[in-house]
């Protein structure tokens, strides 16, 4: 088994910025893909970026150009750089390592908080 700890979310004005940090018990980002999911109150987890073995991104439309994911894998660490936050950005995030092909996995990290005040 894999333990994700994440680190950074808190309070922050709208404008500002955080970095989110997701570091694993063990050396396993080589091989997975990565994601950060963020769930607001009363609505569904969402996808807010993704970033593949291979290298390849993704972002969801609303973080497009101020949200930018990176890994580490020497620190088995992943981050998420949030510029620009807006009100909206207001949830829990959480970290995501996930293999499809065998041995397959798939690990969460245990959520935190970030609050965007207008």
């Known amino acids: 088994q894999v333990q994700l700890v994440e680190s950074g979310g808190g309070l922050v004005q709208a404008g500002g910025s955080l970095r989110l940090s997701c570091a694993a018990s063990?050396?396993?980002?080589?091989?997975?893909?990565m994601g950060w999911y963020r769930q607001a109150p009363g609505k569904q987890r969402e996808l807010v970026a993704t970033?593949?073995?291979?290298?390849?991104?993704n972002y969801a439309d609303s973080v497009k150009g101020r949200f930018t994911i990176a890994g580490d894998n020497a620190k088995n660490t992943m981050y998420l750089q949030m510029n620009n936050l807006k009100p909206e950005d207001t949830a829990v995030y959480y970290c995501?390592?996930?293999?499809?092909?065998?041995?397959?996995?798939?690990?969460w990290g245990q959520g935190t908080q970030v609050t965007v005040s207008s």
């Open positions: 995501n390592i996930k293999r499809t092909r065998f041995p397959s996995y798939d690990y």
């Open positions: 970033n593949t073995s291979g290298g390849s991104t």
């Open positions: 063990r050396s396993i980002f080589s091989s997975s893909a």
